[in-house]
């Protein structure tokens, strides 16, 4: 058994870190505070192969796998979680659909654009009414001669007022129920798909979130995203890997609350001396450290399984589940080290506590998780 990263993979790690502390770190806080959306970022993380991670090398990406996936995405994380998670989605829920699902018509038009980072996708799941119980969406899609036509609305979509190009899940014959939904891809600027505001947030603020409304936007037949009634089938397999790069957010946020304060410990003093000396913090340093190394271990063997085409639905629940609460406690020690300096915009660890807390609502909140995890351990325990 080997926990060493491979050649490669430390490869991509120290390019991505390089990038991530040079072109990231410095202007994170400034993004946080106007919600700016970093279009340059996203276009240098496409040149350096980012955006089209998974993609393969004939269409554009980098062909890499899912771990230097999860690699690259705590990389980024440790110094901003908002551009962290407009690469994991972007990545792993637009574009992972159509690597699940496409056909090769499909994706020689879309994902080289995609994978350039000239084009920003999205994944429109989630609705007003239906977040947990994606199944309770009311967006439909009805067949009239060669086209497909959606009306419905779409709520908390990543990448939804900036996207190029949108992966749609819509109910095409409810009576199905998890058979009776489609995906779909619809274009910027086509006729019938209007974005909404971007929402404002607690955390991940350059991070583009909005509605969409949909009213009676055509999509050609071509625009198929797999069968008709596999969109939802297929999007349990997205978010099974989705879940795994969240818990990599998390540990690249967890990560750099933990060093941050680590640092901050040795150079504050009190009492005549340095507080990284006093038991206390030392504790809640240990406990940090302890919980995120337990929280890597579950996430890049989640990542692991999945690369090597293992069925891992339990480990990827338990892999967001931990790393998630993990890193919130994490981020919350940090501030504690930091005392009322952590209490303030001065030093990214508020920024932090504020970003991690998205992982442990998006693509399945902890709850969820709880239920997946467990009925994974139940119907194993009746074979």
Not at 122 to 147: F, I, Q
Not at 189 to 199: A, C, F, Q
Request: with cysteine; glycine share 12%; net charge neutral.
């Amino acid at each position: 058994m080997n926990f060493d990263l491979e050649e490669n993979h430390r490869m991509i790690r120290d390019l991505v870190r390089d990038f991530a502390a040079r072109e990231v770190a410095p202007g994170a806080m400034k993004r946080d505070e106007t919600c700016e959306f970093p279009f340059d970022l996203c276009q240098k993380l496409g040149e350096l192969g980012l955006m089209g991670i998974m993609v393969p090398e004939a269409l554009g990406g980098a062909g890499l796998d899912v771990t230097s996936f999860v690699i690259a995405v705590e990389e980024i994380a440790r110094h901003d979680g908002s551009l962290a998670l407009t690469a994991a989605s972007h990545n792993g829920l637009c574009i992972g659909h159509m690597l699940v699902g496409a056909n090769d018509t499909l994706k020689k038009k879309y994902l080289p654009s995609l994978a350039s980072g000239k084009k920003l996708g999205a994944w429109c799941l989630t609705e007003p009414g239906s977040g947990s119980d994606a199944l309770a969406m009311k967006t439909t899609a009805v067949k009239k001669g060669d086209r497909w036509v959606i009306n419905g609305s779409k709520n908390f979509i990543t990448q939804g007022s900036v996207g190029d190009v949108y992966v749609i899940l819509a109910h095409t014959d409810r009576s199905k129920g998890t058979r009776g939904v489609t995906a779909f891809i619809a274009e910027k600027g086509w006729k019938g798909l209007t974005p909404g505001k971007k929402e404002e947030k607690l955390g991940v603020r350059s991070s583009d979130t909005a509605a969409l409304t949909f009213e009676n936007l055509e999509i050609p037949e071509e625009n198929v995203l797999g069968n008709v009634g596999e969109g939802f089938i297929n999007a349990l397999k997205v978010l099974d890997r989705g879940r795994v790069v969240i818990g990599a957010m998390a540990l690249g946020l967890g990560r750099g609350a933990l060093e941050e304060a680590a640092k901050y410990s040795k150079e504050r003093q009190a009492f005549g001396h340095p507080i990284s000396e006093f038991q206390g913090i030392q504790w809640l340093l240990a406990d940090s450290a302890m919980e995120l190394e337990a929280a890597r271990v579950l996430v890049y063997r989640a990542a692991w399984l999945q690369g090597n085409g293992k069925f891992s639905k339990k480990e990827s629940s338990m892999a967001k589940l931990y790393a998630s609460e993990a890193a919130m406690r994490a981020c919350h020690r940090g501030i504690q080290v930091f005392g009322g300096y952590g209490y303030v915009k001065e030093y990214p660890v508020e920024r932090y506590f504020r970003d991690v807390k998205l992982c442990e609502i998006g693509e399945g909140t902890s709850e969820i998780q709880r239920d997946v995890i467990a009925n994974q351990v139940i119907d194993q325990a009746s074979v």
